[in-house]
């Protein structure tokens, strides 16, 4: 396939709020599928149960708000709105089931409303440990992932056992290298990857299977590699705070368009949430547990212990050369907006310069953030700094 | 309803003003006592460790409402705006860093100590974990992280109050031992804990007084007072254990009596409307939201906030005998921690057993893990009960958020639909 038409299938995918490929998927399959909202859950027990991992992001700027804002008072995030939104018009009817991962107080609530809205559906509350001591916080989560193995084996009425965790846990890690690749080759050579793509080929991964997607990806860098592309004077741009809630496409396009080459980003952080291969053996439940104790990477929801504050980013902005920091938060999110203070004293000390703004998911205007981000570019172009 | 110019003051009320003083000034005094400082937070918090240890307990959520209460929140919010936190925030967490910008002077106007110790028992609020990671900023010491696990599917599982248990044997009593210098003394443990089980028995005789009528109490308006000791600094101590005493004689001498409950405008008399409240009450004007409420004859017969540092009323005592779980089965069980159907059904038994005409939540803007879902509560409610809801927003201790007028306008109107309810 050319990139055009990767680019198209995931436009596709993105834009399908009545999640086609998933019926579609079912119908082939005969089997269930699990939703799970941001950051992260251990999609390799689902897939080993046999169900397609679908990650629920809300609705974007495409879907028009009407019930899901019966449910929430003006000064909470948008995410929750759509996501019941959509649960309300049917559009999530062919998920057995959703994951709500600890993130926030916001998704935390929304886990029991959903036990009332959707009483006839799975729904599991995904406890992720503060403490990162692998007897402690390691093997209360352990507990958890074999209580998801359980609940799961009940609903597909398929065993889950050590061989078939271990086949999703290796197909999850050859994905794991794709996006790898394809966020290294972003980094090294901005033009050739702009973010506007990277961030569909990252939304289809809530959605494909994950092998097809692992082949999607791999498809798109070796046919990206055979294109022309122009490189612009643009600044290079780490953007962060956009976990969980996201932006919508054309404020991804607006930050591009205003001169900056993004060469790292949080958004669709599940997917790359452990930063190295989980390890295939003979406790594929423990090995889970250890990528998420030991090798999870720093985000607001994650309970930063003997770290330095603010590390982590400086380390990414060293790594790749970046310029300046786009703290790009969700309106009325807490994790996103209390961290980053702290982030940017972290920015501040070592003269890293940055810019901040909010935004939601279904904001329609970008003319004022792309002149913020546009005159932080040429501050940095012209004199170094912001 | 009678207004006297003075305000009533009780034993209880002389007892509480004098702990509060005395711990303010242990505080002020605690680096040339040698007193070890922890700050942690209130939902179910670990007050007999802490004191078990000879450490001073400090609550910046207390500090905040203290701070709002005295008309001080408001440019300590500002302050902590003015260094980079967002509008959309905790006003606790920006009343806090705020008070610390500006010399963290506390609500008696002594300077607080610095922590030698950020006990993070991080229970039912995630916002708990980011503020302390902004006051670890802030101060060079060392942070106990107690996660407690979510009671997601409405029980406290044997696996969490395991995980809870194993992080204060293994974690969080090691580092009290290395701060404060001393082992544990189990013994004194043990009658903290004794002591705060018989505080505790007094506080829900307190509660359940309110199934008179009239209600001898204001179980949200007082209530808030109620919980003080117990909440906070005290639990454990025998100055609580007097408190409690002391007040459930008197409530029980205005149970005799047939009074209702003490206001800031004197005894209330006239019972016209019993309501259960679901939310923290704003601060910033605390009397004057109580008054629309006394004003019209409103008495508050139970509320959730008093329940947000831990339940009681449920059975639940600290035990001795188990100690650590018994510490991990508190902090699990506060209201915050209860998820959406468990706190619906917690409200709905509590408007079937105090006999409450009504409900009301009132909604508040910086507190995602009360709020989120109010909206959802207020509608199963309705369902359940066929009792009026109302429903008004406010804030914590940001006075920009408080709009009097338009919260008594919504208080009339609720209670013009109880009557209306009342008259078929």
Redesign the interface.
Known sequence: MKVSEIVARCEELYSDLHLSYVKEWKRRNKRKAIGYMPIYVPRQIIHAAGMLPVGIMGAGDTLEIIRGD????S??CHI?RSTIELGLTGRLDCLDGLLFP?????I??????W???FADKYV??M?F???F?ES??G??YA?ELEQLREDLVKMGNKPVGVDELNESIIRYNANAKAIKDLYALRSDAPHRVPTYELYLLMRASNILEVSEHTSLVEEYLSAVGKEDRQELDNIRVIVTGVFCEQPPLGLIRALEHSGCYIVDDDWVLGARFIDRDIEVGDDPIRALATGYIKHGVAT??R???QEE?GRHLLDRVEELSAEGVIFA?P?????A??????L??ALSKSNIPYTSF?FGENSGQYQVIKEQTGTFSDSIKLWGTA | MTRDATVQKEQSMVLQKDMIAAHFKRLANAKETGKKVVYTFVPGNLNELIWAFDMLPVHPEINALQSAMRKKSSSYVIEAEK????E???TY?KCDIGMLKKGNIGPTGEKLPEPDLLLLS?TG???F???F??L??EYDCP?A?L?V??Q??GEKTP?MIE?VS??LR??VVPLMEKVSGNKLDKGRLRMLMESSARAEENLVAVWESAKNKPSPIDAYFGGVYYIGPIFSAFRGLDVAEEYYRTLREEVDARVEHKLGPITPDGPMKDERYRLVVEGPPNWTSFREFWKMFYDEGAVVVSSSYTKVGGIYDNGFRHDPDRPFQSMAEYCTGCYTNL??????QYLQQAIDDYHADGFLIN?I?SC??F??????ILR?LEKRTGKAGGFI?SDLVDPRYFSAANIKNRLESYFQMIDAKRNG
Request: with cysteine.
């Open positions: 019966a449910y929430y008072q000064y909470i929750p600890a993130i926030c107080d916001v935390r609530n929304l886990s029991g409303m036990q009332l809205m599991k509350y406890d440990p503060q403490n001591n402690i916080g093997e209360f507990r607001s929801s309970y930063i212990d504050k938060s309106s009325f999110c807490d994790p907006l209390l961290e980053r203070p702290m940017q004293a909010k | 260094f980079g936190h967002s959309d925030v905790c967490v991080y609020c995630f916002t974990m980011k503020w990671e902004l670890k900023q942070v992280m996660h696990p979510y997601a599917d696996e995980y194993k992080q293994e974690e998820n959406l159907p468990t706190r619906i909604s803007k995602n893990s709020s989120a879902g109010q909206l959802l199963e927003e």
